[in-house]
């Protein structure tokens, strides 16, 4: 008696999963699936009549494009031939699978030579070679639900796999079926010569992301798309205030929407730099709360323009690799993101297939998924990484090398460009070899560019603001220093000429304010002012 229950309650549940499988794919159980067995006879048929019938098709129908078994088989046969440069007929398609052993299994000679019967020409058989290819999309389509619902209803299943599996599936169908064509010479260097017209014009010398940093944008001509970068430094030295502050620039600046993935530092924290950075008041009076009047008219004034800008930040912990790619393939459909920053990938994850590996194979199996994130959603990708102790240890003036990265050589293998962030004012070496102060000077170390020269990019950090701005820029240290844009102050952003990766110049209209300590106003008359 228990065992009929038992039996009863499967049979229930089977019928509880075929019930939501057709309520969820609007289908009855027995349809047949998508298919164009007709049209898949012409098509063979055609490509036994002419000899270039098969080029045209080649590209476009896979043998499991064929909805049945038989016809796949004879296609296979015909990419054989193909690929030995042979002719193409009933003959040598006869023979060919005389020779695999599947003649009998495809109808025999007789079913072949009967397809040369179904169609006159090659006239149509591109149209046709598509209409097969679709229907070949839909049963994909069909599959790919019916694992999703398999899966979903296995308690076993981690629901975040699922979905980058189920996302997976759904790009290579996508990708395997989108096929690029080829290209004549004319209109290449029709293309070449309106890059070239374009490149003319942009006297910025910016062709990808502009940073917003002109002596690095000089050095890499902006991020480019499909690249990688690694941004490496010992904690310290001002990663995220790096990428922050980039960040900024390209949102605000230049309207380039940027992802920021933080593992280490929550959201919030993040937006309190950003905060900081804009309005140009001290982080720790920001946190404590005491802000002077004129500071609390500042900080209305600019955090406003931050608030628009497109910036998306996401601080999930533990970030693996594949929840990474599908928050990234969401975020470049939805809003058409120009760039992604990871901070920080030693604190990602490979997910579940690297379980038992070592952290050093761990480490290569991310490095290179966000080189294949680059390239499948072809934006710059900047990875903020770690470097090993042996900087400390080493003496002289601790500028960090290549050798320094940590875990993995395949991050320097990856990556397009690996640069370091130095501040030797970290290590109290308070003048350079000529002499010169090192106060507030900061460089990008760029050890390895794949399209580039290898340079060490000046930058200045304001250590208070947690801020990196172009070399020449103000000095925020400098007791004679005036604030550009002062609170209560009107003003206009216009860009410079030279492309939008020009400088941006704000024109301050009028002065309100002075500043508690000082007996002159903040400036006098209207001015213009590089921002």
Known sequence: MQEQDNRQKRRDRIQGIRDAMNQT?????????????????????????????????????????????????????????????????????????RKEGTLELVGGPIYISQLTNRIASAANIEVHA????????????????????????????????????????????????????????????????????????????????PTGFNALDRVTSGWQNSDMIVLAARPGMGKTAFVLSMARNMAVEFGRGVAIFSL???????????????????????????????????????????SEAPIYIDDTPALSVFELRAKCRRL???FGISMIIIDYLQLMTAGGDNKGGNREQEISTISRSIKQIAKELDVPVIALSQLSRQVETRGGDKRPLLSDLRESGAIEQDADIVGFIYRPEYYGIDVDADGNSNHQKAEIIIAKHRNGSLEDVPLRFIGKLAKFTNWDGFDFDNPGYKTPIQANTAFTSTPATGGQAGATTITVASKINTMPDDDEPFGLGSDSVPF
């Open 130 to 209: 598509r209409i097969i290819a679709q229907k070949f999309i839909q049963r994909e389509l069909i599959r790919i639900s019916n694992d999703i619902i398999r899966d979903a209803y296995e308690e076993s299943s981690d629901v975040f796999d699922l979905l980058d599996k189920a996302e997976n599936n759904l790009f290579q169908v996508a990708e395997g079926n989108i096929r690029k064509n080829y290209d004549k010479m004319s209109s290449l260097i029709k293309l070449a010569l309106d890059q070239i017209e374009a490149a003319r014009e942009n006297t910025s010398g910016v062709s990808g992301v």
């Open 332 to 334: 470049k459909a939805q």
């Open 25 to 97: 794919m609007g289908v009855e159980l027995g349809k047949l699936p998508p298919q164009a067995v007709d049209l898949e006879e012409a098509v063979l048929g055609a490509m036994m009549l002419e000899q270039t019938a098969l080029n045209t098709v080649i590209d476009i129908l896979k043998p499991e494009s064929f909805y049945k078994d038989a016809h796949a088989k004879i296609y296979s046969a015909m990419m054989v031939l193909f690929t030995k440069g042979e002719p193409v007929d009933i003959l040598t398609v006869t023979h060919t699978l």
């Open 264 to 306: 280490e530092m929550s959201s919030v924290q993040l937006v309190q730099r950003l905060i900081s950075s804009e309005t140009e008041i001290d982080a720790e009076k920001l946190r404590k709360g005491n802000l002077e009047e004129h500071e609390v008219h500042q900080l209305n004034q600019r955090v406003a323009r931050l």
